[in-house]
């Protein structure tokens, strides 16, 4: 099975900051990467799939980027509905994989 | 609007069986493959299996082949995930998914395995 790894695990931030979390995959997955945002206690929400196309209704501050092994979600402008944990995945090949998830706290 | 209901979660012994059901609504649920994904207390997420528009494929994460059935019934707009076999690390939440990447989670059913 592909490994994603995403880093850091958590985060500290404040309103009006920009956050990049990264994640890698074991082995090169072309652009077959989706990131989700979980608040506690709800199901996941899908912002980002195929690296960079963002899903309907998802505010423009998230964007994602890369291809191959390295990835990376950007929030350019920290929202207090923004802290979350949020997760990568792949679905290049069986099983998809889900990175062990950054959770963003409020500084 | 879509909409994906899950239900058949609750508490059993290890060894044991459950079955669970998503009710589906809102779309097309013939047009689309769909999926269980599973979340440990305080855990990450983990994808279980998934099943083609007519059940004609299917695939399961290793650690529950053999063990976990995923099912389709698209009279009823219907999936199912029969789970045999039970052990304490299946506990979870079961959230019914929709495709990959997944556009719409259901709201979860808690899965207790436990003497």
């Known amino acids: 099975a592909i490994r994603m790894t995403q880093s850091p695990s958590s985060l500290s931030a404040s309103t009006g900051d920009r956050v990049t979390i990264t994640c890698r995959a074991s082995q090169g997955i072309s652009s077959y990467l989706a990131w989700y945002q979980q608040k506690p206690g709800k199901a996941p929400k899908l912002l980002i799939y195929?690296?960079?196309t963002l899903q309907s209704g998802v505010p423009s501050r998230f964007s994602g980027s890369g291809s191959g092994t390295d990835f990376t979600l950007t929030i350019s402008c920290l929202q207090s509905e923004d802290f979350a944990t949020y997760y990568c995945q792949q679905y290049y090949s069986y099983p998809p994989t889900f990175g062990g998830g950054t959770k963003v706290e409020i500084k | 609007e879509v909409q994906l209901v899950e239900s058949g979660g609750g508490l059993v012994q290890p060894g044991g069986s459950l079955r669970l059901s998503c009710a589906a609504s809102g779309f097309t649920f013939s047009s689309y493959w769909m999926s269980w994904v599973r979340q440990a207390p305080g855990k990450g997420l983990e994808w279980v299996a998934n099943i083609k528009q007519d059940g004609s494929e299917k695939y399961y994460v290793d650690s529950v082949k053999g063990r976990f059935t995923i099912s389709r019934d698209n009279a009823k707009n219907s999936l199912y995930l029969q789970m045999n076999s039970l052990r304490a690390e299946d506990t979870a939440v079961y959230y019914c998914?929709?495709?990959?990447?997944?556009?719409?989670w259901g709201q979860g059913t808690l899965v207790t395995v436990s003497s």
């Open positions: 998914a929709r495709q990959l990447p997944v556009d719409y």
């Open positions: 195929a690296a960079s």
